[in-house]
């Protein structure tokens, strides 16, 4: 928490520096168009008084007019240049500030976003380490019955997945963002895989019931490693949001030749102002210091890119009648099924 408010106060702080500076450089560009428009004005008397002084040296008294017109027009000229300048160069440092200050919040928000990550990660990557070597401990130690080794190794094998699947986030997220990663794409039976997919699921999350409505005989052509990826990202990502021993939907259907692919749980909801954050790398909502919820803020991250790769689109809107519910689209199904 005290990190947290730290880095809030440092912001708060640069922004009033920030804020301030660019207050000084805005009244100091007043202040010396104030001064040129003063300086004209002078400029304007003094000539005026000259040309008084030697009016006895025209001959004519419409040359005496002619020549304050001249002068008029002069001062009018200096007028429009100083305004016509101020503006430019007020503008220019408005524009010039503004695009400061967007790269500059930019910057401190991936900061905080890393930081973030890394207080993430770092338990996420601690947590199964220490239950897989407390359980093996607990085997080398002691003489335990059939069933209680059977529930260690099971548990055992459930975090070491777990920090599997973390690895896999990382190290897919980094060939994401340097777009080295080539999906590899086959002609898939998507309706069986995300059965299996659920199956496995079930087993390794005994806290919620996962229940699946699939449309059956569902091709894609797809990468069958990112196709779990994204639906075990989705599905944890309820399991983490989702009261425990509340149901986790997972449907596949066909809707005027598109298809569809919804997860959706009974958890508390996204907040509208929250959703179009979520997809961003290591957004996860709330404070990092505070949060109970596991996670890398990856997943949906990663859950985007993939579906984007394989020519779709996600949403996520509210669950009914209550909860969240991201729904996948893929408009060109009908060129892709079997």
């Known amino acids: ?53 030697r009016v006895h040296e025209l001959t004519q008294p419409a040359e005496f007019m002619v020549e304050m017109q001249r002068l008029h027009k002069e001062q009018q000229m200096r007028t ?10 007020l503008v220019l440092i408005l524009a010039g500030a503004a695009l400061v200050y967007r790269a500059v919040w930019k910057q401190m928000r991936l900061s905080q976003q890393q930081e973030n990550f890394m207080m993430a990660v770092t338990h996420e990557l601690k947590s199964p380490i220490a ?14 019955d059939e069933e209680k080794r059977a529930k260690l190794l099971d548990t055992t094998i ?41 199956d496995e699921l079930q087993s390794r999350t005994p806290s919620h019931p996962l229940t699946a409505d699939i449309l059956p005989d569902v091709w894609l052509n797809a990468d069958k490693f990112m196709m779990h990826l994204m639906l075990n ?44 954050k979520i997809f961003m790398k290591f957004y996860r909502i709330g404070n990092e210091n505070t949060r109970k919820s596991k996670g890398s803020g990856l997943g949906l991250y990663l859950t985007k890119k993939i579906v984007e790769q394989h020519g779709g689109s996600i949403t996520v809107r509210d669950n009914v009648p209550q909860g969240t519910c991201f729904e996948i689209t893929w408009n060109d199904y009908s060129l892709q099924s079997a």
């Open 233 to 276: 990202n989705l599905v944890e990502n309820a399991v983490k949001y989702a009261p425990k021993g509340s149901p986790i939907r997972v449907r596949l259907y066909e809707r005027d030749k598109t298809l569809k692919l919804e997860i959706s749980d009974e958890g508390q909801g996204i907040p509208l102002g929250e959703r179009s």
């Open 1 to 53: 928490m005290k990190r947290s408010s730290s880095g809030l106060q440092n912001r708060k702080v640069i922004t009033g520096i920030y804020i301030f500076v660019l207050a000084y450089t805005v009244l100091q560009l007043v202040w010396w168009g104030i001064l040129l428009h003063h300086q004209s004005k002078q400029i304007a008397r003094y000539e005026q008084t000259e040309l008084t002084h």
């Open 158 to 198: 459930r975090e070491t997945n777990r920090l599997d699947q973390l690895c896999d986030n990382i190290l897919l997220a980094s060939q994401f963002e340097h777009q080295k990663y080539q999906p590899f794409l086959e002609h898939l039976d998507f309706s069986r895989l995300l059965q299996s997919g659920v």
């Open 131 to 144: 239950v897989a070597k407390l359980n093996l401990e607990t085997l080398r130690r002691h003489q335990l």
């Open 80 to 89: 429009f240049k100083y305004v016509g300048e101020g503006i430019i160069f």
